[in-house]
């Protein structure tokens, strides 16, 4: 088997819970990958009360105490490029949605962006890099986004996916807006 933490020894008052002296407190900072079954293994004799005559711990064997970690997280957005209801924004900027974790697109159609006479830029392409989501006109199609108009970026609920198959909540004409300019 493969240990995927191993802690050093401790004081026992860095384990044992200040509220409630008989819970043992095990922090992992390991990356746990989700739908993964886990074990915990304690040696014996390593865990003992306080009491006069001592009483160890008889340990953990591998499959005593076994635990599945689940990721039920939906991604969400942490910024927009450019800023929502910007205005003055070039014509050939990158619209780049970053997302807290890695990302996928579940639903390329699920992605449009809109004039705000709602119609929509049909000539879009949409990249993943990372939790990053880049919106752009098709370059192959010679296409650039019109100065002096407001644009608005809709995703549906099915487009964007981290890699758990948690889906994005999405997007609606409310939320995510900028006005280009000319330079």
Do not use: C, M, W
Request: charged residues 20%; proline residues 3%; negative net charge.
């Amino acid at each position: 088997h493969r240990d995927l933490h191993s802690f050093p020894t401790r004081r026992s008052s860095d384990l044992i819970d200040n509220n409630d002296s008989t819970k043992l407190i095990i922090n992992s900072d390991s990356n746990y990958s989700s739908n993964t079954k886990y074990y915990v293994e304690i040696a014996n004799n390593i865990i003992y009360d306080t009491a006069e005559t001592l009483n160890y711990f008889p340990g953990l064997l591998k499959g005593d105490y076994v635990f599945t970690i689940v990721d039920y997280d939906n991604p969400h957005i942490l910024n927009k490029n450019p800023i929502h209801d910007s205005i003055n924004i070039d014509k050939d900027i990158n619209i780049i949605i970053t997302f807290n974790e890695n990302i996928q697109i579940a639903n390329a159609n699920g992605i449009k962006l809109f004039k705000s006479d709602n119609t929509e830029v049909t000539t879009i392409t949409s990249t993943i890099i990372n939790n990053n989501l880049i919106i752009n006109p098709d370059p192959t199609q010679n296409t650039s986004l019109d100065s002096n108009i407001l644009y608005y970026v809709t995703i549906s609920v099915d487009a964007i996916s981290d890699f758990k198959n948690n889906l994005f909540v999405g997007i609606n004409i409310t939320e995510y807006s900028f006005t280009i300019i000319d330079y």
